[in-house]
C-alpha cells in the first residue's frame, strides 16, 4: 500500500471518564434537578459550546417543561489557559424576568467564565438562578465565592478534552473525556 492509500490515523486521547461513567453521572445529577425543580418551568441555558453535548444529554433526563437558551461564551480562544477576558460570542433570545435559570456548564476550571455569567445574568432578574457543570476543577478555581449547584465530577488541575471540549476546536466530538498532556 503506497502513503497516500494508508488510512489516517487520528490521535485518541486516553480515557479519562468513559461514556458509561459520563452517562450514569449526568442521569444522576437529572434526578437531582428534577427533585429541586419538581413541575416548575425552568429555562436551561447551553453556554456554548463547550457544553453542547452535555447539556442535550441532561436535557433529555429532565421531566418538568425546559425553555431552552443559549449563550455563547468564549474565554480560552485557541489557548490551554483561560484567558480571564470573557467574552459574549452569542447572546439569548427571551427575556430572564422571573423565570428559573439553569445554567448548564461543562467545566469550571478558574470559575471566571461561570462567575462572569452568574453577574450577566443576575441583572436580567430571573426568578432563580442555578449552575449546573459536569466537570470542576477545585485546584486551579480563582473564584472562591462562586457556587456551583449540580457538580459532576471533581477532577484534577489536567487539560482535558471530549464530550463536547476542545483542544484548539478538535476532540469536541469525542464520546468520551480524555486527557491531554
Ligand atoms: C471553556 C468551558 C467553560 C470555560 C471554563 O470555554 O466551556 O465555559 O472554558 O473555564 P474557566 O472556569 O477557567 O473560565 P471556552 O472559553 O474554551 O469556550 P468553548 O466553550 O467555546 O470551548
Redesign the pocket.
Known sequence: MSEDQKPVKFFEPPVYLSEADIATRVRELAQRINETYGDQEITAIC?????VVFYSDLLRHLKMPVVCEFL??????NHT??T?E?KV?LDLNEPLTGRHVLIV?????????????ISYLKVKNPASLRTAALLF?PE????PELRIDYIGFEIPNRFVVGY???YA?KF?GLPYIGTLN
Request: proline share 0%; glycine share 16%.
Open positions: 453556554t456554548l459550546k463547550g457544553s455563547g461564551v468564549s474565554s480560552y480562544g489557559e483561560s480571564g470573557v460570542t456548564e461543562d467545566i469550571v476550571d478558574t470559575g471566571l467564565t461561570l462567575s462572569y455569567l476543577k486551579a478555581l480563582k473564584s463536547g471540549l476542545d476546536e469536541r
